[in-house]
């Protein structure tokens, strides 16, 4: 599974980067407004340390608007990914912007029917949100799950971006159905290293080694 960085922030990227980490970056409207960033700035400078897609979104509603917006976001880098929402005029953004050869990610699913009509027009990344559907008490897991039965059935090509991810488990449950792709904030990350019976198992593995009075280095 490909790991997405769901951040604006570039020193966080950048260390998740150096370790081979990250396989692409999103932002959105409201992590632009977190890092206090120029949106056109700060996304060519992730663009440039990031080898993947990175995913810029446009703010219009309407399809023209949204079109314009996103001709102007590509042209930061070869590697940018366009994100449009998942309305009609979305749709139909997505629609232009993938048949002059860019990358799309249709934001905001929270539905297989949206995420079917997204790959009918031609979406690269699809972006499901489980953590705001556990927010009403749905179950994301189980959209990812249904996307990815409809996407198989029918051979779509489309990227399933499992999106508004905030737990480890969610991260776990991802990759278990099947997503191509997750992104996660870099603390969600960062906490899937940890486990418990890890930081007892080293305690007392330290604690051991103090008794042998040895040195490796
Ligand atoms: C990424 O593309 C999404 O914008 C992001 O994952 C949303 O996460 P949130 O629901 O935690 O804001």
Redesign the pocket.
Same mark, same amino acid.
């Given at each position: 599974m490909k790991f997405?960085v /769901?951040t604006a922030e570039v020193d966080e990227i950048a260390e998740l980067n150096d370790l081979g980490m990250v396989d692409g970056v @999103? @932002?959105?409207p409201?992590?632009i407004m977190k890092s206090g960033r120029d949106i056109l700035e700060v996304t060519k400078e992730i663009a440039e340390m990031v080898d993947g897609p990175v995913?810029a979104?446009v703010v219009a509603t309407e399809a023209d608007q949204m079109i314009a917006e996103g001709r102007k976001l590509a042209k930061i880098a070869d590697n940018i990914a366009v994100?449009v929402p998942l309305t009609w005029d979305g749709l139909k953004a997505c629609n232009v912007l993938t048949n002059e050869g860019n990358m799309v990610?249709v @934001? %905001?699913c929270f539905s297989a029917n949206q995420a079917l009509l997204a790959a009918k027009a031609g979406a690269t990344f699809i !972006?499901p949100? &489980?953590? +705001?559907l556990d /927010?009403i008490n749905l179950d994301g897991m189980e959209l990812i799950a249904d996307i990815r039965q409809i996407y198989d059935n029918y051979g779509y090509e489309t990227q399933i %971006?499992a =999106? !508004? &991810? +905030?737990t480890v488990n969610h991260a776990y449950q991802s990759a278990m159905v099947g997503s191509d792709v997750m992104? =996660?904030?870099p603390k969600v990350i960062k906490a899937m290293a940890q486990h418990v019976l890890t930081d007892k198992g080293l305690a007392a593995f330290l604690a051991d080694w103090e008794k042998t009075g040895q040195n490796i280095l």
């Open positions: 997405f /769901d @999103t @932002t959105n409201s992590l995913s979104e994100k990610n @934001t %905001l !972006s949100f &489980i953590g +705001r /927010d %971006l =999106a !508004s &991810i +905030r992104t =996660a904030p």
